[in-house]
């Protein structure tokens, strides 16, 4: 394993022991506020508003996940529904995102399907596209099946996640091209195991270039999600030497990762999406942040010191 992913196993460990996580929910606000932009939907509608001003178009994404029962699944759900219809009356582009396991995945794949067909038969009348987020390893199938269910049944404004780092995700993305999806690249964010993932950050990198042209040739509209330089230096040479327009992909960042280069490729002419995540339940979240970036850490450290 390389230091990248040994320090991210580290961070996700650690970061799993209730009493770090007592002490982060109470020291460490001001770096939660770097990442998170509230915990209601006001401030995240708020925020959005001001990407909106910066040409960056947001992803509004109402944080939770793994809920343990059905009525918790069905206050996520009343939530989803109070973000779709206060988007439907912003003239901005609207673009919700959400976790299965957070609408009761976990509890039954038939709550969650259903759960979440009422969150898009209220979504797609008012022009609100819906991205499915991919988890980890073990919830992949079940996610995969709920989105091609989904469009089977008809709805289009839905959209899917693959992430580089597992080996399967090829076999994946071939399984879906008939479905013409909308798709999210993501190197992925979850602790996983060498038997379902590359643990090389190098494997990583090339798969989701490898990928990302995969789906770009197969005519797909692809979402980068992605901060790395290289990565994005690359998508741009490649889609300039293969002809393939803007309106055909875009970049995808985090919320308050990298605010300069989001408007420097909004003022060159790309598309770009910030992710917006707002809430309570933002400490999943942010462990994923802090186990991506080093200096992340040094951030936690010197709030738990006061510093």
Do not use: C
């Not at 673009?95 to 609408?103: A, M, N, P, R």
């Not at 067909?117 to 995969?144: H, I, N």
């Not at 919320?255 to 910030?274: C, F, N």
């Amino acid at each position: 394993m390389n230091l990248d992913l040994a320090y991210r196993s580290f961070v996700l460990e650690v970061a799993g022991n209730p009493q770090v996580e007592r002490l982060i929910r109470t020291r460490a606000r001001g770096l939660v506020r770097r990442y998170v932009a509230g915990e209601t939907l006001e401030e995240a509608l708020r925020a959005a508003e001001s990407l909106e001003k910066e040409g960056i178009h947001a992803i509004l994404d109402l944080l939770g996940e793994m809920v343990r029962t059905e009525e918790e699944a069905r206050g996520f759900q009343r939530g989803l529904l109070e973000l779709v219809w206060a988007l439907a009356e912003k003239p901005w582009p609207r673009y919700v995102s959400l976790k299965l396991t957070q609408l009761g995945l976990d509890l039954s794949e038939a709550l969650a399907l259903s759960l979440l067909r009422e969150v898009l038969r209220e979504a797609e009348p008012r022009g609100v596209f819906v991205r499915l987020d991919m988890e980890d390893s073990p919830r992949v199938e079940a996610t995969l099946r709920i989105y091609k269910a989904l469009r089977e049944e008809g709805f289009s404004q839905v959209g899917i996640v693959l992430q580089s780092y597992l080996y399967r995700t090829e076999k994946d993305l071939l399984d879906l091209l008939p479905y013409r999806p909308n798709l999210r690249l993501v190197k992925g964010a979850y602790r996983e195991p060498q038997e379902v993932a590359f643990q090389d950050k190098r494997l990583i990198d090339a798969e989701y270039l490898h990928l990302g042209k995969l789906a770009l040739r197969e005519g797909l509209y692809v979402a980068f999600a992605t901060h790395d330089p290289r990565m994005i230096r690359e998508v741009r040479r490649y889609t300039e030497a293969m002809g393939i327009p803007r309106e055909r992909f875009e970049f995808q960042f985090l919320y308050g990762v990298r605010p300069e280069e989001q408007k420097r490729l909004a003022q060159e002419g790309y598309v770009v999406r910030a992710y917006v995540p707002y809430g309570t339940h933002w400490y999943p979240y942010l462990t994923r942040r802090i186990a991506e970036r080093p200096e992340n850490l040094f951030l936690v450290l010197r709030s738990l010191l006061g510093g």
